[in-house]
């Protein structure tokens, strides 16, 4: 068997079924099993917004094809919109951003961006892509990411922020030094879309924790991989409907309503 080598979404998806907000047996089947399932209408924005950043960073697009580009793009979408009535919000958002674009970033010079990077938490092995490492003119080192959702709540914030505070770490091991502040930037916000953290290392030393009783979780589970469809109505969950990678093909998103037994993998 091969090493496992972890990230923040093969921990996170299995600390968002802890939490009830995921699913068990989804878990097993994209990272025990394989089975990645398929992307959804959220997933493809998100990767529109980092792919055209990541190109206007490198000097790959310029601002005068922002706009078709952004279209060709929307476009070329194989997921639509859940409810209608977002697609207007979600892409005047989008246009807005890019359209805003060199203001937004006026005070970063960006030194990496979307680096596969590569380390560890004590003997754990772990992956990942950092938005970007920049230097800011009053951030100081700053270690950033972009999020399309709407801006975090505080639990989700102090949960969710230990991604980059795992980042926090290739960064040290390639600068010899820590970063002054964590950022996000929210795309779909039409302002004040920067929420700065200054680095503290007792916040790390709370993310390694958080890893490896994760992976300790995660390696001693015992249980089936109950699936989340057992609880709810697969077919009217936002999570088991909308975005679970296995909407279209789990049998227990239609089966397991109201029942009390399953056939796990």
Not at 79 to 87: A, G, I, L, N, S
Not at 96 to 113: L, M, P, R, S
Not at 213 to 230: I, M
Request: glycine content about 4%; proline content about 3%.
């Amino acid at each position: 068997m091969s090493e496992i080598i972890w990230s923040w979404s093969r921990l996170n998806t299995y600390h968002s079924a802890l939490e009830g907000d995921g699913c068990f047996h989804l878990f097993n089947q994209q990272y025990n099993i394989g089975n990645r399932g398929e992307n959804n209408y959220f997933a493809e924005y998100g990767t529109l917004v980092h792919e055209m950043t990541e190109r206007l960073h490198n000097g790959s697009l310029i601002a005068w094809d922002i706009e078709d580009e952004l279209k060709r793009g929307l476009k070329n979408f194989h997921y639509k919109v859940p409810f209608q009535k977002m697609r207007a919000s979600y892409e005047n958002s989008l246009f807005k951003f890019f359209d805003e674009f060199e203001d937004v970033f006026k005070d970063y010079t960006i030194t990496q961006a979307e680096e596969l990077k590569n380390f560890e938490v004590d003997k754990i092995k772990l992956k990942g892509f950092p938005d970007m490492f920049a230097q800011h003119r009053e951030y100081g080192k700053v270690i950033g990411d972009y999020k399309t959702s709407r801006v975090y709540d505080t639990k989700k914030m102090k949960h969710n922020i230990m991604q980059l505070y795992l980042y926090s770490i290739p960064y040290y091991n390639e600068f010899g030094v820590y970063p002054d502040n964590l950022v996000y930037i929210f795309p779909r916000e039409k302002e004040n879309r920067e929420r700065v953290f200054k680095f503290e290392i007792e916040e790390l030393e709370r993310t390694k924790q958080w890893v490896r009783d994760t992976v300790c979780k995660v390696l001693n589970h015992k249980d089936t991989w109950t699936p989340r469809c057992k609880t709810v109505d697969g077919k009217k969950d936002f999570f088991a409907s909308q975005l679970c990678n296995l909407r279209n093909q789990c049998a227990f998103r239609y089966s397991c309503v109201h029942r009390n037994e399953f056939t796990p993998y």
